[in-house]
C-alpha cells in the first residue's frame, strides 16, 4: 500500500513562509521525480515545483524566486519551502512521486494540504 503524508501547511500572513513535508512509504511507482501540486477554487491543479532524483527542478513561473525544493531521498521524502507567500498561493497542496514526463508527473498522490496566505 503506498502512502504519502504530507504536513506543514496552515494559515500564514501575507509575506511568511511555511515548509511543506513529505513522506513517502509502500509500494512506489517510481521516484525519479517528486514535486508539488496544487488547486485552487475554480482552478485547474497545477506542478508548482518538481524534482528528480539527479536534482534538476522545475518551478512555475509565478513561485520563481520564492519557492525550493528539495528532497531527501534516503527518507524517501521532499520539501517545498514557501517564502514572500502571497494570498493568491491559497491552494490545496499536493504531493506527487512517479516519472516526470513532458511536465506531469505520473505516479502516487497524496491526499492534499491546505496552504491559506491571508492578506
Known amino acids: 500500500q503506498v502512502q504519502l503524508v504530507e504536513s506543514g501547511g496552515g494559515l500564514v500572513q501575507a509575506g511568511g513562509s511555511l515548509r511543506l513535508s513529505c513522506a513517502a512509504s509502500?509500494?512506489?511507482?517510481?521516484?525519479?521525480?517528486m514535486g508539488w501540486y496544487r488547486q485552487a477554487p475554480e482552478n485547474e491543479r497545477e506542478l508548482v515545483a518538481s524534482?528528480?532524483?539527479?536534482?534538476?527542478?522545475t518551478f512555475v513561473d509565478s513561485v520563481k524566486g520564492r519557492f525550493t525544493i528539495s528532497r531527501d531521498n534516503a527518507k524517501n521524502s521532499v520539501y517545498l519551502q514557501m517564502n514572500n507567500l502571497k494570498p493568491e498561493d491559497t491552494a490545496v497542496y499536493y504531493c506527487?512521486?512517479?516519472?516526470?514526463?513532458?511536465?506531469?508527473?505520473?505516479?502516487?498522490w497524496g491526499q492534499g494540504i491546505q496552504v491559506t496566505v491571508s492578506s
Open positions: 509502500g509500494s512506489i511507482f517510481s521516484m525519479d521525480a
Open positions: 506527487a512521486v512517479g516519472r516526470l514526463v513532458a511536465g506531469t508527473i505520473f505516479g502516487n
Open positions: 524534482i528528480t532524483r539527479s536534482g534538476t527542478t
